[in-house]
């Protein structure tokens, strides 16, 4: 396990960007009304197990590899860790080009609000009704990096809306889908780096995310709007 994530540690050490600082990145995630999909849709409850009980196996499974991650973390991937909690949708565009920002993309600006908005909400329901504590609630060996976030553990917010980013973009640039998926999957990864949520959140999340995106693209005005951002998005790319 622990070999595991040294190599991990290793992907993200050589493929990451110039280090950011979180003075450069974006506004944080926020919940907000549902839009595309509801929690009618996408029955979090349902659809998720239960998070790992306090003291099990699984539990002490989620800490023991944690621990792993938090013993060989760098300062650079703390700094990119916590740009990405920092950051929107254009956080991808370490992956699409400097072409991809929100005032060349103004329709997919606006959908991908859409989206990760309604995959917060939906999120969220898991979070307060769970109420699973957070790693550095449960473990004095856990130290986590940068301002401790509030609320539920379980599933992971920000895992689910980075996993239904990549999902949405890699269906609009099919040619970036390994590319996309990766770093969506690096969002992920990158709270674990922080010590801010567990491996089985991670998981959680994007499971979550798929379900939100199945059922995203059974919308119809979803695939309007879609369709729309998809050709702006491949414009300015020059696709």
Do not use: C
């Amino acid at each position: 396990m622990q070999k595991f994530f040294q190599r991990s540690l290793l992907v993200l050490a050589l493929t990451a960007p110039a280090q950011l600082s979180v003075a450069q990145t974006l506004k944080p995630m926020e919940p907000a009304q549902p839009t595309y999909v509801t929690s009618a849709q996408v029955d979090v409850m349902k659809l998720l197990p239960p998070p790992p009980a306090l003291q099990s196996e699984e539990q002490n499974r989620d800490l023991d590899e944690l621990l792993a991650i938090q013993k060989l973390r760098t300062p650079a991937q703390e700094q990119r860790a916590l740009g990405d909690a920092m950051t929107d949708a254009f956080g991808f565009a370490d992956v699409l080009g400097p072409k991809f920002t929100a005032a060349a993309l103004p329709k997919l600006a606006h959908l991908m609000d859409k989206v990760r908005g309604d995959g917060a909400t939906i999120e969220s329901i898991g979070k307060d009704n769970w109420k699973r504590p957070r790693p550095f609630e449960t473990s004095k060996e856990i130290h986590a990096v940068g301002n401790l976030p509030e609320g539920g553990s379980y599933p992971s917010g920000n895992s689910t809306v980075g996993y239904l980013t990549a999902i949405v973009l890699a269906s609009m640039i099919p040619e970036k889908a390994a590319a996309l998926f990766a770093r969506g999957r690096e969002t992920g990864f990158n709270r674990l780096v922080l010590g801010v949520h567990y491996p089985t959140d991670v998981e959680a999340g994007r499971l979550l995310a798929t379900a939100v995106a199945t059922s995203l693209f059974q919308n119809p005005t979803f695939l309007e709007d879609f369709a729309e951002a998809k050709t702006e998005l491949r414009q300015v790319l020059g696709l």
